[in-house]
T-cell receptor
Framework: AQTVTQSQPEMSVQEAETVTLSCTYD???????LFWYKQPPSRQMILVIR??????QNATENRFSVNFQKAAKSFSLKISDSQLGDAAMYFC??????????????FGGGTRLMVKP | GAVVSQHPSWVICKSGTSVKIECRSL??????MFWYRQFPKQSLMLMAT?????????EQGVEKDKFLINHASLTLSTLTVTSAHPEDSSFYIC???????????FGPGTRLTVT
């Protein structure tokens, strides 16, 4: 079974600065997807960014980028130019590429990000 | 596109009663729906996966007779918490996907309080 670990329960960043959230995972599979989700106070889960394991290039979405290290099984999220609206819980998630695995997401424990004005 | 709704957003019920939560995909046909439970300040825990027209697959430790899941159509799945107790109080989130997509699309969640 896959496991996802987020070692930082809480992080804080000054507005306009950059912050990196850590995520490690354990799997025996070679093909999979990794995701970062944001859960603001409204509790609506919002997809931030997605990475396919077969792609060497790190995914980017505007101010959000990842550092995907497949050999180290590490998938960190970098938020640049942090904004007050970035304050939320962030969850790292894993999904098998194999549809027979049920397409389920395995979530990490989450990191609460606080943004200081 | 890819909007998922849940109803109700918040429900309070008395201990011993049953409560039904609906999850609807508004603009796509959801071949698979997922139900998660989230305790305060904790992560999402998958409860079950349901495919349209099939019985739900429950995760280990989830009582299938207590948490009844029905995925009767391609746009609707329901979670019924039977004989609810205070320890069932939690935030329940559904998500949905269609065949071939990498994504799951999440509903806004339902807060259940059992008194």
């Amino acid at each position: 079974a896959q496991t996802v670990t987020q070692s930082q329960p809480e992080m804080s960043v000054q507005e306009a600065e950059t912050v990196t959230l850590s995520c490690t995972y354990d799997t025996s599979e070679s093909d999979y997807y990794l995701f970062w989700y944001k859960q603001p106070p409204s509790r609506q889960m919002i997809l931030v960014i997605r990475q396919e394991a077969y792609k060497q290039q790190n995914a980017t979405e505007n101010r959000f980028s990842v550092n995907f290290q497949k050999a180290a099984k590490s998938f960190s999220l970098k938020i640049s130019d942090s904004q007050l609206g970035d304050a939320a819980m962030y969850f790292c998630a894993y999904r098998s590429y194999n549809n027979n695995a049920g397409n389920m997401l395995t979530f990490g424990g989450g990191t609460r990000l606080m943004v200081k004005p | 596109g890819a909007v998922v709704s849940q109803h109700p957003s918040w429900v309070i019920c008395k201990s011993g009663t049953s409560v039904k939560i609906e999850c609807r995909s508004l603009d796509f046909q959801a071949t698979t729906m997922f139900w998660y439970r989230q305790f305060p300040k904790q992560s999402l825990m998958l409860m079950a996966t349901s495919n349209e027209g099939s019985k739900a697959t429950y995760e280990q430790g989830v009582e299938k007779d207590k948490f009844l899941i029905n995925h009767a159509s391609l746009t609707l799945s329901t979670l019924t918490v039977t004989s609810a107790h205070p320890e069932d109080s939690s935030f329940y989130i559904c998500s949905a996907r269609w065949a071939g997509t990498r994504e799951q699309y999440f509903g806004p969640g339902t807060r259940l309080t059992v008194t």
